[in-house]
């Protein structure tokens, strides 16, 4: 049965709410991969819980990894994290739902083990570009089999090692090609040295997360040169780390203030980090909010109005972007983004026609969007399987009535308590505030 659409909360004044953000996707399952290689037992501490790390952690057991849940510090329970054993044989078969971390981190490990993996996922995620990875294991040596045109459904049939060299591939459609060859690399016989081939390589950001995590555990990468990555062979060290907030997940919150001219702040913001989501600190004042980050919490003060900005490389942050820009009062435009349309759906097509469903002026161009100001309606916001249309739809609805998301639970696949939390921070607003626009 469809569930009906979830009425998008309106706030009437503005918000004045302090939010705590679930753990890092990007890091969860860029540290479970890492966990399943390492040299020993290893801790992820208050890890993301969602769809997308239930998928990671189902597909590393049936590699062959023990993840077990055990107390934590706080409500989210730890991971302990065993190994894949050491000349381990395997007959699998891996559901990667719509998660593009565990459709390509995923068959560099299944290469390293003796056996068949065979992978699929949601009928979306079997239009998601796979080929890259998979012609970089086959450059490797690996043999995969089936992927028609390049997309899901393949088996990966590993023999138990991997050579590893010299392997060029195209990452122009993904920096998650980049980041799960390099996730696997130091347990390939000769490492490897990846070298990018194509033009431009979008959300690099994400690359240099991977590239960071690989040190952290004693994994020696060179990156000195653009579009190279050289990993050297050897040991990845077992670990303990506390997840860091989801600082993607944390833009629809911070955008509530700009959205209706409140204050959100979130405790705990990483000082040093390598997720893109910091860059909200630097997006949001082109937006007209003043942000600060004092002792540790991020606060961000919408301003009279929502400005309209030019923005390049947004990655994962360009649909709560769109969503504010599409209640700005000047056009935006955004640029270095035509890699959303591999996205959990084709981003670009899905926000130009839910914006303009709402009364909205956005345009696809041939690398983003270009969202003039428009006074927007209600009406029913399609979400496309994506938690980020389904995030957006939120966005909107604070500051335009009558706003319905379809399929709001689509955002469990990152965050599945955001109904709730939205609600939370919205009964969160100014005392005596009011709001009116214009
Ligand atoms: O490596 C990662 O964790 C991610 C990389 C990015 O993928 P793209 O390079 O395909 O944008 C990002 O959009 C995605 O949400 C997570
Ligand atoms: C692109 C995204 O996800 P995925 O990890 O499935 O690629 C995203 O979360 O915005």
Same mark, same amino acid.
């Given at each position: 049965?469809?569930?009906?659409?979830?009425?998008?909360?309106?706030?009437?004044?503005?918000?004045?709410?302090?939010?705590?953000?679930?753990?890092?996707?990007?890091?969860?399952?860029?540290?479970?991969?890492?966990?399943?290689?390492?040299?020993?037992?290893?801790?992820?501490?208050?890890?993301?819980?969602?769809?997308?790390?239930?998928?990671?952690?189902?597909?590393?057991?049936?590699?062959?990894?023990?993840?077990?849940?055990?107390?934590?510090?706080?409500?989210?329970?730890?991971?302990?994290?065993?190994?894949?054993?050491?000349?381990?044989?395997?007959?699998?078969?891996?559901?990667?739902?719509?998660?593009?971390?565990?459709?390509?981190?995923?068959?560099?490990?299944?290469?390293?083990?003796?056996?068949?993996?065979?992978?699929? %996922?949601?009928?979306?995620?079997? /239009?998601?570009?796979? $080929?890259?990875?998979?012609?970089? *294991?086959?450059? !490797? =040596? #690996?043999? &995969?089999?089936?992927?028609?045109?390049?997309?899901?459904?393949?088996?990966?049939?590993?023999?138990?090692?991997?050579?590893?060299?010299?392997?060029?591939?195209?990452?122009?459609?993904?920096?998650?090609?980049?980041?799960?060859?390099?996730?696997?690399?130091?347990?390939?016989?000769?490492?490897?040295?990846?070298?990018?081939? %194509?033009?431009?390589?979008?959300? /690099?950001?994400?690359? $240099?997360?991977?590239?960071?995590? *690989?040190?952290? !555990? =004693? #994994?020696? &990468?060179?990156?000195?040169?653009?579009?190279?990555?050289?990993?050297?062979?050897?040991?990845?060290?077992?670990?303990?780390?506390?997840?860091?907030?989801?600082?993607?997940?944390?833009?629809?919150?911070?955008?509530?203030?700009?959205?209706?001219?409140?204050?959100?702040?979130?405790?705990?913001?990483?000082?040093?980090?390598?997720?893109?989501?910091?860059?909200?600190?630097?997006?949001?004042?082109?937006?007209?909010?003043?942000?600060?980050?004092?002792?540790?919490?991020?606060?961000?003060?919408?301003?009279?109005?929502?400005?309209?900005?030019?923005?390049?490389?947004?990655?994962?942050?360009?649909?709560?972007?769109?969503?504010?820009?599409?209640?700005?009062?000047?056009?935006?435009?955004?640029?270095?983004?035509?890699?959303?349309?591999?996205?959990?759906?084709?981003?670009?097509?899905?926000?130009?026609?839910?914006?303009?469903?709402?009364?909205?002026?956005?345009?696809?161009?041939?690398?983003?969007?270009?969202?003039?100001?428009?006074?927007?309606?209600?009406?029913?916001?399609?979400?496309?399987?994506?938690?980020?249309?389904?995030?957006?739809?939120?966005?909107?609805?604070?500051?335009?009535?009558?706003?319905?998301?379809?399929?709001?639970?689509?955002?469990?696949?990152?965050?599945?308590?955001?109904?709730?939390?939205?609600?939370?921070?919205?009964?969160?607003?100014?005392?005596?505030?009011?709001?009116?626009?214009?």
């Amino acid at each position: 049965m469809t569930a009906a659409p979830w009425p998008a909360p309106f706030a009437a004044t503005p918000l004045d709410a302090t939010v705590t953000i679930p753990a890092s996707k990007s890091l969860t399952n860029r540290y479970l991969v890492l966990a399943a290689l390492a040299g020993g037992a290893s801790r992820l501490r208050a890890p993301l819980q969602s769809r997308d790390s239930d998928l990671m952690i189902g597909a590393l057991r049936a590699l062959g990894a023990g993840i077990d849940e055990v107390p934590g510090a706080g409500s989210v329970p730890d991971l302990a994290v065993t190994p894949i054993p050491a000349g381990h044989t395997v007959d699998a078969a891996v559901d990667c739902g719509l998660a593009g971390t565990v459709m390509r981190f995923v068959p560099p490990v299944a290469a390293l083990l003796s056996g068949t993996v065979a992978f699929d %996922g949601d009928p979306a995620a079997r /239009v998601r570009p796979m $080929a890259p990875v998979l012609a970089a *294991l086959e450059g !490797l =040596g #690996v043999r &995969v089999e089936g992927a028609p045109d390049g997309f899901m459904p393949f088996t990966v049939h590993g023999t138990g090692t991997v050579r590893g060299g010299h392997v060029a591939v195209d990452a122009g459609g993904s920096s998650q090609f980049v980041s799960a060859i390099l996730l696997a690399a130091a347990r390939f016989e000769g490492g490897i040295h990846l070298e990018h081939n %194509g033009t431009s390589v979008p959300s /690099v950001d994400h690359i $240099a997360m991977t590239v960071e995590v *690989l040190r952290s !555990l =004693g #994994v020696a &990468v060179d990156d000195s040169t653009p579009n190279h990555w050289i990993v050297a062979p050897g040991p990845i060290a077992a670990f303990d780390v506390l997840l860091e907030q989801d600082l993607s997940n944390a833009g629809p919150f911070l955008a509530a203030a700009l959205a209706t001219r409140g204050t959100v702040r979130i405790p705990d913001w990483p000082l040093n980090t390598t997720q893109v989501g910091d860059k909200w600190r630097q997006i949001l004042p082109q937006l007209g909010a003043t942000v600060t980050l004092e002792d540790g919490v991020l606060t961000v003060t919408g301003g009279p109005q929502i400005l309209g900005a030019e923005l390049s490389d947004t990655s994962e942050l360009a649909p709560s972007v769109a969503a504010l820009c599409a209640l700005a009062t000047t056009p935006s435009r955004l640029r270095g983004i035509a890699h959303l349309r591999g996205h959990e759906t084709d981003r670009l097509a899905a926000l130009v026609a839910e914006i303009n469903a709402l009364g909205g002026d956005a345009v696809e161009t041939e690398d983003g969007l270009i969202i003039n100001p428009a006074p927007l309606h209600g009406g029913l916001f399609h979400s496309y399987e994506d938690h980020r249309m389904a995030t957006a739809g939120a966005i909107i609805g604070l500051a335009v009535p009558g706003v319905a998301v379809e399929n709001i639970a689509t955002t469990a696949k990152t965050m599945p308590a955001f109904p709730q939390m939205w609600s939370d921070m919205v009964a969160q607003t100014a005392a005596g505030g009011t709001r009116g626009r214009g």
